[in-house]
């Protein structure tokens, strides 16, 4: 399997992020630390989760 590393994007290059995640909870776990970094740094933050996760556990 190739893993495939983007450059990271600058952080004053961009005002607002959407985070697209298939889970409610996937964004705690994969990107939380990003997300409280760019909240602290006035960067708006939005969620699109493609289920509800009635499914979890």
Do not use: K, N
């Amino acid at each position: 399997m190739t893993v495939m590393t983007l450059p990271a994007l600058p952080e004053e290059t961009f005002q607002r992020v959407l985070c697209v995640v298939a889970h409610p909870d996937d964004m705690e776990y994969g990107a939380s630390a990003a997300v409280a970094r760019w909240t602290a740094r006035g960067i708006e933050v939005g969620y699109l989760l493609l289920t509800r996760g009635e499914a979890g556990m």
